[in-house]
């Protein structure tokens, strides 16, 4: 059975990133994932790259942990957006909250793109 968008951006986030569970990350993801941020050219990463973000932030990280506000699926099957909050705990003690909006483009079950307007600290009012 293969899993909608929305699923794959939600397992992604809540399981693979809350839970570093790698495995799964390397599941989901694409053999390329395309990063695009407001004002910067598109980066495009290898599937290894893509996965290595998620297992170098939980090596650097003691906690971490995403909430999603919001998620909504886009009616074309592929696009899934999401307004997040993070509370993040590095292993140096360090505490921090960062939101933020992205929007996923899955094909084939993987996640291949990612828009992000950028990081901020702080938590949705």
Known sequence: MSRSAREVVELYNLVAWNKADFALADELLGETVIRHEVGEPAHVLTHEQAVRRVVDM????????????????????????????????????????????????????????????????????
Not at 67 to 95: F, R
Request: proline share 1%; charged share 25%; glycine share 10%.
């Open 58 to 125: 939980w090596e650097a990280a003691e906690s971490i942990r995403f909430d999603l506000n919001l998620v909504m699926a886009g009616d074309d099957g592929e696009h899934v957006a999401i307004v997040y909050q993070s509370p993040i705990k590095m292993k140096d003690g360090t505490e921090t909250t960062i939101g933020s909006m992205e929007v996923f483009r899955v094909v084939d079950g993987r996640i291949v793109e990612v828009w992000n307007c950028g990081y901020k600290q702080g938590v949705w009012a």
